[in-house]
């Protein structure tokens, strides 16, 4: 029986991670997913959050998305995002201070389109600050 599956972790500009692993959790577009090995094929969308690799080693591999797409083969898990960043390569400062930034922007905001952009950039700024609190708990 096989015990990993192949996981790719893919932003806009980099491979941010590539290798066996023996479970990975991520938030999906209607809630937390869990994948192991032979999990049946699935293709959805994911939200702004988390995504946790337990390597093959016992350790684990901790990035944030500002959401994306998840294609699930039975040996095979993708993650693709325009934004991806390494756990231990978030930065709560600039994350707090984008944050405020997108508050102040919906404050301002002239119309629909304005609001929309603020409203997103505010969700996945309080998604990276959460994700960041998250992956400083599990060190």
């Keep these: 029986?096989?015990?990993t599956m192949h996981v790719d972790v893919v932003s806009a500009e980099e491979s941010i991670f590539s290798g066996e692993?023996?479970?990975?959790?991520l938030p999906g577009e209607?809630?937390?997913?869990?994948?192991y090995p032979r999990h049946t094929p699935l293709i959805t969308r994911i939200r702004p959050g988390a995504v946790r690799i337990e390597?093959?080693?016992g350790t684990e591999e901790f990035v944030f998305v500002a959401g994306g797409l998840l294609e699930v083969q039975p040996n095979c898990v993708t993650?693709?995002?325009d934004t991806a960043i390494r756990g231990k390569d978030l930065d709560e400062a600039k994350a707090t201070s984008a944050k405020a930034l997108a508050e102040e922007a919906l404050k301002n905001a002239k119309n629909d389109i304005d609001i929309a952009m603020a409203?997103?950039?505010?969700?996945?700024?309080?998604?990276?600050?959460?994700?960041?609190?998250?992956?400083?708990?599990k060190k």
């Design 1 to 3: 029986m096989t015990t």
């Design 21 to 25: 692993a023996r479970f990975v959790a």
């Design 30 to 35: 209607a809630g937390e997913l869990g994948i």
């Design 55 to 57: 390597k093959e080693d």
């Design 79 to 81: 993650v693709l995002s």
């Design 119 to 137: 409203q997103s950039e505010l969700a996945v700024m309080a998604a990276q600050i959460a994700a960041l609190r998250k992956y400083r708990q």
